[in-house]
């Protein structure tokens, strides 16, 4: 133990991951942080392993993916593992913001963590993007190609930017190339962003579910929140397994084991389903550049989070009416995820567009009159 | 409950006191007399029927039970369903769910429905259909054995080489060949069938939505076109198919096909024989993967019962403490 506390390196293991002083109410929602940590661990480790045999070439992609499900010994396991710990990445992300959300945990003095957060979301979906289509089936092409054709809709030099991602006029071999170069980039930097997340956090520590100070009765991560947080790792490899073993594909789209035809589109390119909610916003605005300031301003707009909550309250725990807004929040998400996966026609459109105003005045009107109108009746309450 | 939610409305007026000097006297004073809504008297039965576990508990269980039952009866999920970019007649008719032999979660595949199908496959199939993704090993242990397989593989002429003189030659096939392509490139593949090209097989089952079903709907489905359906000539009617022309036309007739153990060679049985076939052709780890599933689910069980164990152990000190408050005397309640 001296060792621990005394050596530099050890130290802050220490002080991080052992020793750290936790509030100890917070629920089962706070183990999202420690399932985020173990699904990157084994992206990384299971994509270094597919790196070993994928071949970044149009002509050899497909076939190298193949070869790993065939030939590689295990092969299938790894691959597998690596395209639906992708899904459970994103499904985790989802419940942790969801847990800032309700518990206020993005007010001060959270806010640089929350601000990292949101940043580590948006490099999330683009190294899911980007390694979605390396395998280079039908999907993977046109997925692609629908994406990086939105960035064509900058003014005046939108077209040249796209042709620069491409390093040709369509995507092509070159872009594959890169797109695996980032690929494997991105989540080292993930990680880095990780660690700063960490940084962030360990001052002021976890927020917990009364959104009170909690520094009068903390535990420490060891014993107590480690084997709390192997529950749920267990508990995640089991429905993990469940997937990888039984429904490997269930998470994905048939048409990516067509190999990648540029001749022929098919019938409907949609793209993975963690990125259908944000797929409908972009599809609600009739306005191509606005759509696409709309998407990515759906994922920035939860930075202004902490100006816009002015509730003197932290969290939602104590407030019934923004309890109920946050759960109209959550379906409205789900609905824009239906959206986005059907045919933009009457009246999946109008829904969406619905959907899609919810989304944006929930952070910029509901969240600050609810604020507003609470901490007046508070103050007429207890007014003389 | 009831009890809790004053005392917590206290605590925030608390923090509020000390961030607002100016109200803090009037709110501390006033805070016992303030009634929050929230903590309005409602019948208690209704409130602790609301706020008990069980209730939760059942109430989840009923969602995520008739979500997991509907996902059964209809092969989708509620609301979500199948990404649909067409009208239904575009997609073609959803296939019907049919009971493979290989569907269960401990179900590996029928070995001796993947050999037929084999027999299916090369002399029907393999007509117009590549397979490039299998080579002669593959059906080693599979569906035939070594000696089988390797004579089977030395019927069909292959070029290797160069020689030591630097030309081509035929050899005959080894283990490690793949199957032969019934045309030598995409464009003698299109003369062939009316500028139609047939699609490799190797990954035709996951490559479909509806997978085996799919196929076998669209082999068994053929059927003379309804009144009014134009269909241009050299097309063939199937519901199953998007589109509901399509070029290939019925293969697949009673007794084409002779097999070696005396099954009857019906229509549907030949299709469920190459339908089973080219699903071992798309996941030939599926044996195995299933098997290697039942012992995931074994391990990390027996890993999540045990850490739940150990969690309540190392966490009962904490769960039966008991905190007691005292308010500072010199302080009190002003």
Not at chain 1, 47 to 54: P, Q, T
Request: aromatic share 14%; glycine share 6%.
């Amino acid at each position: 133990m001296r060792t621990l506390k005394k050596n530099m390196l050890l130290r802050l293991v220490n002080s991080y991951i052992v020793d750290s002083p936790e509030p100890a109410n917070i629920s089962y929602l706070w183990n999202f942080g420690s399932l985020l940590g173990v699904c990157l661990v084994l992206q990384i480790l299971t994509g270094i392993f597919l790196a070993m045999h994928y071949q970044p070439h149009v002509d050899f992609a497909f076939n190298s993916v193949e070869h790993i499900m065939r030939d590689v010994n295990n092969g299938w396991a790894i691959r597998y593992t690596h395209a639906n710990v992708a899904s459970f990445f994103f499904i985790f992300v989802y419940i942790h913001i969801a847990r800032g959300l309700y518990y206020g945990s993005y007010k001060s003095p959270r806010v640089l963590l929350w601000s990292i957060g949101v940043i580590i979301l948006v490099v999330m979906m683009a190294t899911g993007f980007l390694g979605y289509v390396l395998p280079y089936g039908q999907m993977s092409l046109w997925g692609a190609t629908v994406i990086t054709n939105l960035l064509s809709a900058i003014p005046v030099f939108g077209q040249d930017l796209v042709e620069l991602i491409w390093g040709g006029f369509s995507v092509n071999n070159a872009t594959l190339n890169r797109f695996f170069s980032l690929h494997y980039l991105l989540p080292f930097l993930l990680a880095a962003l990780v660690v700063a997340h960490l940084i962030a956090l360990h001052t002021h520590g976890s927020n917990n579910p009364n959104g009170i100070g909690s520094s009068t009765d903390r535990l420490t991560m060891h014993p107590y929140f480690t084997f709390k947080d192997l529950v749920t790792i267990f508990l995640f490899f089991l429905i993990l397994s469940i997937f990888v073993f039984y429904y490997p594909n269930m998470l994905g789209h048939s048409d990516n084991y067509i190999p990648a035809n540029p001749m022929q589109t098919p019938a409907s390119i949609v793209p993975e389903w963690y990125l259908l909610p944000f797929y409908a916003i972009l599809r609600s605005i009739p306005n191509k550049l606005l759509g696409v300031i709309a998407m990515f301003g759906s994922l920035f707009i939860l930075l202004i989070l902490p100006i816009t909550d002015v509730s003197r309250v932290r969290g939602n725990q104590f407030r019934p009416a923004m309890k109920l807004f946050f759960w109209f929040f959550v379906v409205n998400f789900f609905i824009l995820m239906w959206i986005g996966s059907q045919h933009p026609t009457s009246p999946y459109v109008e829904i969406g567009q619905i959907s899609t105003a919810f989304y944006f005045l929930w952070f910029i009107l509901i969240v600050p009159v609810l604020g507003l109108s609470e901490n007046t009746i508070m103050d007429v309450a207890t007014e003389k | 409950m009831l009890s809790r939610l004053p005392a917590s409305s206290l605590k925030g007026l608390r923090s509020l006191a000390e961030a607002r000097p100016s109200a803090a006297r009037s709110a501390a004073q006033t805070a016992s007399r303030v009634r929050f809504s929230s903590s309005s008297a409602s019948s208690s039965a209704v409130k602790s029927f609301l706020d008990s576990r069980a209730t939760l508990a059942s109430a989840t269980l009923l969602t995520v039970g008739s979500i997991a039952w509907y996902t059964h009866l209809y092969g989708s999920l509620p609301f979500l369903g199948e990404v649909h970019a067409n009208s239904p007649a575009e997609e073609g008719l959803h296939p019907p769910h049919y009971p493979w032999s290989h569907g269960g979660l401990l179900d590996s595949f029928d070995h001796s429905s993947i050999r037929r199908g084999y027999q299916v496959y090369r002399e029907v199939c393999a007509a117009c259909h590549s397979l490039d993704r299998i080579a002669w090993r593959n059906l080693v242990g599979v569906s035939h054995s070594v000696d089988e397989v390797k004579a089977m593989a030395e019927e069909v002429e292959y070029e290797d080489g160069p020689n030591d003189q630097g030309e081509m030659f035929q050899r005959p096939g080894k283990l490690s060949d793949y199957m032969p392509p019934p045309y030598p490139n995409e464009e003698a593949a299109r003369a062939s069938n009316q500028g139609a090209l047939p699609p490799d097989l190797s990954l035709i089952v996951k490559a479909r939505h509806g997978g085996p079903d799919y196929i076998f709907a669209l082999l068994t489905g053929y059927r003379d076109a309804p009144a009014g359906f134009e269909i241009r000539d050299g097309m063939n009617y199937n519901p199953y198919f998007p589109g509901n022309a399509i070029s290939m036309a019925r293969v697949l007739f009673d007794g084409l096909v002779e097999y070696e153990d005396g099954t009857p060679a019906t229509t549907s049985q030949m299709a469920k024989d190459v339908v089973t076939f080219l699903n071992w052709a798309a996941e030939p780890e599926h044996d195995e993967r299933k098997k290697a599933g039942l012992k995931a689910v074994i391990l990390f069980s027996a890993l999540t019962a045990i850490s739940l164990y150990v969690k309540r152990y190392k966490w009962a000190p904490i769960k039966s403490r008991k905190i007691i408050y005292n308010p500072p005397a010199d302080k009190g309640h002003h």
